[in-house]
């Protein structure tokens, strides 16, 4: 939605409707996503994630084995794990929030260690100085998604926010870590859908060889 006017949002959404696909509009302000529900008053706003979205029908999840973690350091990356968390569900994958769990309390993570270590995929959102995907990378077995967010001080590079976070995740030494653009929850839940669902064939291939 950024950067497209509330007339053009409207007109790709009713192209996309027509061929019964589900709609997803990110970065989209409160002022144009009232424009649009005007039109498509079915559609939902979720002011903290700015997204506008909608299912052509309701998704059965509980058929669909394992989950997405949608870790984040503090409440200040909510916006982009939240972005994260609606476009995996939009696109039919369990998730499960994980919120507020930074290295500056490592104790909160540690709670909830064995939640995302059973999660098939997390993606892990941190701003500052970026050690929470190391941190998860060295607990975890199954793959992790970075996404470093535009949130700290003025040590990052002269305004340039989220960018020591961004290289601190690309040099991390833990295995197991790719790592999407600065306030990408998008492209970072994306990727994760398509993880979750090739694990997901290959969990019901290994069971019709088991019978």
């Not at 535009?150 to 040099?171: D, I, R």
Request: charged share 20%; glycine share 10%; hydrophobic share 40%.
């Amino acid at each position: 939605g950024e950067g497209k006017s509330a007339e053009q949002i409207i007109l790709i959404i009713k192209s996309l409707k027509f061929k019964n696909n589900h709609v997803l509009v990110t970065r989209i302000s409160e002022e144009k996503a009232e424009n649009v529900l005007k039109e498509y008053p079915e559609f939902t706003y979720n002011p903290v994630a700015q997204l506008l979205f909608w299912k052509h029908k309701e998704t059965n999840m509980d058929n669909n084995q394992g989950y997405i973690a949608i870790v984040c350091a503090g409440t200040s990356d909510l916006r982009v794990a939240e972005e994260a968390a609606i476009t995996a569900e939009t696109l039919g994958c369990k998730v499960r929030r994980i919120y507020d769990v930074g290295v500056a309390g490592i104790h909160r993570l540690l709670d909830n260690i064995e939640e995302i270590q059973n999660a098939t995929v997390s993606v892990v959102v941190a701003g500052m100085e970026g050690a929470l995907p190391s941190v998860i990378g060295g607990l975890v077995s199954r793959p992790v998604i970075a996404v470093p967010t535009s949130v700290g001080y003025g040590a990052n590079f002269h305004g340039l926010s989220g960018l020591s976070a961004l290289l601190t995740m690309l040099n991390s030494c833990a295995s197991g870590i790719s790592v999407v653009n600065i306030d990408n929850g998008f492209g970072a839940a994306y990727n994760a859908v398509l993880i979750q669902r090739l694990a997901q064939k290959g969990d019901e291939k290994n069971e019709d060889t088991l019978f």
